[in-house]
């Protein structure tokens, strides 16, 4: 399925690279045991790789990548849903926002 510039770069960027790039500008200012919304993952795409209505029939591809972007934190212990709903920020995910280089130590973690 054709999708627009902006998408198929998303979907052709390494996972790894959009989670580490992405995790400071979505935790920021949050605390240990903070929680945010998950839906802030995918205001963060959709500022980095476009911005498609709402009502876009592809807006299920930012859909499907935030929760790629989602899984992958917590297959690395920085971040975990909730049983509500919302993102914490757990101890490594500490560790991820003061790193120098968020997507290399994202690649440690996994």
Known sequence: MPYTADM????????????????????????LGGQIASGKVRKELRARFGNPRWSDPDAEVYDAVTLQTILLWER??????????????????????????SVAALREFL
């Open 76 to 101: 690395a212990l920085v971040a975990g849903r909730t049983y509500g709903g919302p993102l914490l920020l757990l101890p490594r995910g500490t560790r991820l926002l003061t790193a120098p280089d």
């Open 8 to 31: 198929e770069l998303m979907l052709d960027t390494d996972p790894v690279e959009i989670g580490g790039s992405v995790f400071g500008a979505v935790f920021a200012g949050v605390k």
